[in-house]
T-cell receptor
Framework: RKEVEQDPGPFNVPEGATVAFNCTYS??????FFWYRQDCRKEPKLLMS???SGNEDGRFTAQLNRASQYISLLIRDSKLSDSATYLC???????????FGKGTTLSVSS | DGGITQSPKYLFRKEGQNVTLSCEQN?????MYWYRQDPGQGLRLIYY???????QKGDIAEGYSVSREKKESFPLTVTSAQKNPTAFYLC???????????????FGPGTRLLVL
């Protein structure tokens, strides 16, 4: 099992839709995870961190399910500007660095 | 303005040539990281350093070398031994602690390396 694995994309949704991405992880000792947003040809930027049970910021909600070892990102009322690639990240097995998933591409259309 | 800078934005390498990518941060972070991203792929860890004068190999260190002589700087050299160097290289930093992976990493704008 890969250390961090994401849903394959792309996700194509209309404006206003609710969309959810999942990310599974293999290091059961992990305590914190991150969702990053990456625009085309740009660096990743932190969207949300996920500790304990979850985190919410406006239209974005991130949740952690320790029993099933996955984290999720929920985007409500999608905007055109939400179109991007979303990367999840968690600790590697040694707990010394972040490992990133391959990313899920979201395309929101009008 | 605090942040991470990478230079150059684009870099061209000739066959058999070593090239060095610059990464500087003024965030007073102890930990720094180098990742490589290929089209349609996630980020793969090349090297990381949790403190000055110390660094560790990541998942794909072959063909790369680093140094960490100053807290602010973590240059990456792509050697001629790296046979497929064309990629987007991203440098990141975090505050740094014994469990560095638990912290948010902040990224520089990246360097695109192309082979001529």
């Amino acid at each position: 099992r890969k250390e961090v694995e994401q849903d394959p994309g792309p996700f194509n949704v209309p404006e206003g839709a609710t969309v959810a991405f999942n990310c599974t992880y293999s290091n059961s000792a992990s305590q914190s995870f991150f969702w990053y947003r990456q625009d085309c040809r740009k660096e990743p930027k932190l969207l949300m961190s996920v500790y304990s049970s979850g985190n919410e910021d406006g239209r974005f909600t991130a949740q952690l399910n320790r029993a099933s070892q996955y984290i999720s990102l929920l985007i409500r009322d999608s905007k055109l500007s939400d179109s991007a690639t979303y990367l999840c990240a968690g600790p590697n097995q040694a707990g010394t660095a972040l490992i990133f998933g391959k990313g899920t591409t979201l395309s929101v259309s009008s | 303005d605090g942040g991470i800078t990478q230079s150059p934005k684009y870099l061209f390498r000739k066959e058999g040539q070593n090239v060095t990518l610059s990464c500087e941060q003024n965030l007073n972070h102890d930990a720094m990281y180098w990742y490589r991203q290929d089209p349609g792929q996630g980020l793969r860890l090349i090297y990381y350093s949790q403190i000055v004068n110390d660094f560790q190999k990541g998942d794909i260190a072959e063909g790369y070398s680093v140094s960490r002589e100053k807290k602010e700087s973590f240059p990456l050299t792509v050697t001629s031994a790296q046979k497929n160097p064309t990629a987007f290289y991203l440098c990141a930093s975090s505050i740094g602690s014994s469990s560095g992976a638990q912290e948010t990493q902040y990224f520089g704008p990246g360097t695109r390396l192309l082979v001529l």
